[in-house]
């Protein structure tokens, strides 16, 4: 909105409303001032290919198989510099790549801390599941961990040190081809507020217990719809504009 019809807007209100209308103007330009980050690398590990890069599938796979050792993980990277401060709303989102009725599922939603010094070396076209920053692989399969009590961190070999956890779990299902599936979490918004290096990777990995035939499927951004993080900048700046309209018309009458 430009100062002039601003102006006229202010010049023609009764001053009594002059607030209300502020205040009302100031939500609808937070509103407006959504922005939206589109993913720099996204690709996917996979436990029982260790060394094998996925890039360049048509899909990203999630999944903690306890039956076998096909465990996936999703790795989402996204450019952050020039982020404003206090941001708020964020929403890390996604587009499913397949149809799948299957219900009662769970995903879980990790944040890689600045502390990993992997953070800013990996990119999509030569991470591994033996490589992968968050993860510590052991070599062991996962029915064996199972047996003899692993926990389920550990037989999703999550570097836990290195990990923020997001969303606990959330739940999905059935998936629905070209639908969206949303991130969001008060940890979510702290976690991108508190970077400072410019960037910040996610891992998506399946929260509950699975069989290798059950998995959550993604479009990458080379073959779909890629992942994006949405927000909202903190509406400091257009507040300060609204109120500055109505000091200066108040002064003119």
Same mark, same amino acid.
């Given at each position: 909105? $430009?100062?002039?019809? =601003? ?20 939500? =609808? ?17 996979? +436990? ?31 450019? $952050?510099?020039? &982020?404003?401060? @206090? ?5 890390? #989102?996604?587009?499913?790549?397949? #149809?799948?009725?299957?219900? /009662? ?28 920053? @968050? ?18 961190? +550990? ?7 290195? =990990? ?23 940890? &979510? ?26 998995? /959550? ?25 609204? =109120?500055? @309209? ?8």
């Amino acid at each position: 909105m $430009t100062w002039r019809p =601003l102006r006229q807007l202010f010049s023609r209100t009764p001053t009594f409303l002059l607030p209300a209308c502020v205040a009302s103007l100031a939500c =609808l330009q937070g509103m407006a001032l959504a922005e939206t980050i589109g993913v720099a690398d996204d690709t996917w590990v996979r +436990e029982d290919n260790a060394d094998s890069n996925r890039n360049g599938n048509d899909e990203m796979n999630a999944r903690t198989d306890l039956d076998g050792d096909d465990n996936d993980v999703i790795l989402l990277r996204f450019p $952050t510099a020039g &982020l404003p401060a @206090g941001v708020s709303d964020v929403s890390l #989102n996604l587009f499913w790549q397949r #149809n799948d009725s299957s219900t /009662a599922n769970e995903l879980k939603l990790y944040g890689l801390n600045e502390s990993d010094p992997d953070e800013t070396l990996w990119d999509e076209e030569t991470v591994t599941y033996n490589n992968a920053p @968050g993860l510590i692989p052991d070599g062991v399969d996962p029915t064996a961990e199972l047996g003899g009590g692993a926990s389920f961190d +550990e037989i999703q070999d999550l570097d836990v040190a290195n =990990l923020t956890l997001l969303v606990a779990s959330q739940p999905y299902g059935p998936q629905e081809i070209n639908e969206p599936y949303s991130f969001s979490s008060a940890a &979510l918004d702290a976690f991108l507020n508190a970077d400072t290096n410019g960037e910040v990777t996610f891992l998506i990995l399946r929260a509950n217990e699975s069989t290798s035939g059950n998995q /959550a499927r993604f479009w990458p951004k080379e073959s779909g719809p890629g992942a994006t993080l949405t927000f909202v900048p903190e509406p400091g700046t257009a507040g300060l504009v609204l =109120l500055a @309209g109505l000091a200066a018309v108040r002064r003119s009458r």
